[in-house]
């Protein structure tokens, strides 16, 4: 895959150091000094802000995504709007929603009695989705300008390093809850600010062009039209990944919220490998289709469904032989807090069975938005909200978080066989081989027999001793399969790099 692979190792050593770092922080962290309705807080903060930043882009982020190639090739940076148009629309979406809020207050937090603590602090979602707003607008740009790597570091690994400086001030009492809350608020804004600053300097963005261009007058029947198409689909898409954070606020509290934010974000470690994928293949997509290169998309298709699907029946694989030991560490290490952290076991193996699916499609969905049948993305990301919104209502109030963590299994089945079967229908695309099918039961066999090694008393010996065993077991059935052929000679290449390194010494 050339520029997506490299560029897209590179950026999933940064998501992966964010992981590390964001699991440090949401299972220890937090769980040592923040009580479970504390932390369901922090995580309706995050979940609502990332809704609403959305909705305040009004549809520009996808026509950056799509159009800005364009208006490089014809216009260059000298005479290029493009940014100063799209920033205009953003900070109208903004000055909607705060009028919107304004007009609502009493009702918002009238729907949030069951969490108080959020009706309480409400406001400061406020200066959060703005700045999360800002960054999101720099990071279109700085995708089309092949700088996903740096994103990916901002995004995934400086947030949640400021996040970690933010649980130990207060932690150690320097500062309190009030004050955490109104600083987490603008915790974008030194990402935000260091992107403009990198994209300013580059000299290939800028915003002081402010004169509509021809490129624009030619094609903004296409572009709106785009826009509120696949904005559309996009809000759909992450209303429905999100909802389940505000139905679970608003009928069961917040502390149910912080046990469920535990399971999305363990069985979220499966989207490393994805998202690296995400920023950098939506550039080199485009062009494609531009280009007309179909035997490129075809390449980029298969090779990320047999690198998506291997990493994630790895990481599947030890999250599920993991997650009772990380359920004993973390009643342990919430003790003044009663422990009842039990429930993550099923509702992990079943949100990361959803996430393994979404996987196993590769880039589908950018392969679709990025293509002259975009619309599409929208009517699939409809049906995913219709889908999902009243499964979650109807299977939360009758089985409680797992029947949430069902619903995403089912709607992410769904959302995910429809889009691979146009891609199949519409362009002939199959990424599937036979070794993907006989990768998956023996993988699957795998796990299976590993469970089955009796458990050492210790929990860290534990997680030692069947971590090593399985991925040992799932090296050796990967170089006998061969199902990932660019991961396996990477790591071979690197483990030669290594051993020459140690020889030289």
Same mark, same amino acid.
Request: proline residues 3%; charged residues 10%; contains cysteine.
């Given at each position: ?179 955490? &809350?109104?600083?987490? /608020?603008?915790?974008? +804004?030194?990402?935000?600010?260091? #992107? *403009?600053?990198? $994209? %300013? ?98 390449? &980029?298709?298969?090779? /990320?469904?047999?690198? +998506?699907?291997?990493?994630?029946? #790895? *990481?599947?694989? $030890? %999250? ?186």
């Amino acid at each position: 895959m050339g520029i997506i692979q490299k560029q897209g190792i590179k950026s999933s050593y940064f998501i992966f150091l964010g992981f590390l770092i964001g699991a440090v922080n949401l299972l220890v962290l937090f769980p040592m000094f923040f009580s479970k309705n504390d932390q369901g807080l922090v995580r309706a903060m995050i979940d609502i802000g990332a809704t609403l930043s959305v909705f305040c882009t009004l549809g520009t982020l996808p026509v950056v995504y799509k159009f800005y190639p364009f208006y490089n090739h014809y216009l260059g940076n000298n005479k290029n709007e493009l940014p100063f148009l799209t920033l205009l629309i953003n900070l109208l979406g903004f000055g909607i929603l705060l009028i919107i809020g304004w007009q609502n207050k009493e009702f918002i937090i009238r729907k949030l009695g069951k969490s108080p603590s959020l009706g309480h602090y409400f406001s400061y979602i406020y200066p959060y989705t703005f700045f999360l707003l800002l960054f999101y607008w720099l990071e279109a740009f700085a995708w089309g300008l092949h700088k996903g790597v740096m994103t990916n570091f901002l995004r995934e690994t400086a947030i949640r390093v400021l996040t970690t400086i933010l649980i130990l001030l207060f932690g150690f009492h320097i500062i309190d809850l009030t004050q955490f &809350i109104g600083l987490f /608020s603008c915790i974008y +804004l030194i990402p935000m600010l260091y #992107l *403009l600053y990198n $994209l %300013i300097q580059s000299k290939e963005w800028s915003i002081r062009n402010f004169n509509i261009s021809s490129v624009t007058k030619r094609l903004k029947g296409r572009m709106i039209s785009f826009a509120l198409f696949v904005f559309a689909g996009q809000f759909f898409n992450l209303l429905a990944r999100t909802n389940d954070t505000f139905m679970i606020v608003g009928l069961k509290g917040l502390s149910d919220a912080s046990i469920f934010a535990i399971a999305t974000y363990v069985s979220a470690i499966l989207e490393i490998p994805q998202r690296s994928l995400t920023s950098i293949s939506i550039p080199i997509l485009a062009k494609s289709w531009k280009e007309k290169d179909f035997e490129n998309i075809k390449n &980029i298709y298969h090779k /990320s469904v047999s690198n +998506l699907l291997a990493i994630g029946l #790895l *990481l599947f694989g $030890l %999250i599920w032989l993991n997650i009772q030991n990380l359920v004993s560490f973390l009643n342990w290490i919430s003790h003044k807090q009663g422990g009842g952290y039990d429930a993550l076991v099923n509702l992990a193996f079943i949100l990361g069975l959803a996430k393994l699916i979404d996987l196993a499609t590769g880039v589908n969905a950018q392969i679709i938005g990025t293509s002259n049948y975009w619309k599409f993305d929208f009517f699939t990301n409809v049906l995913f909200v219709i889908v999902s919104i009243p499964l979650n209502y109807f299977l939360i109030k009758h089985y409680d978080l797992i029947g949430l963590a069902i619903s995403n299994l089912i709607a992410y089945t769904l959302y995910n066989t429809v889009r691979f079967s146009f891609l199949y229908a519409k362009f002939n695309l199959q990424p599937y081989r036979w070794k993907h099918g006989l990768f998956l039961i023996l993988s699957t066999g795998l796990m299976l027999l590993v469970h089955q090694i009796p458990a050492a008393e210790n929990f860290v010996a534990n997680i030692a001793i069947q971590s090593i065993i399985y991925a040992t077991g799932f090296y050796l059935l990967t170089l006998w399969i061969n199902p990932a052929p660019e991961i396996l000679n990477y790591f071979k290449d690197f483990a030669a790099k290594q051993y020459g390194r140690l020889f030289k010494k």
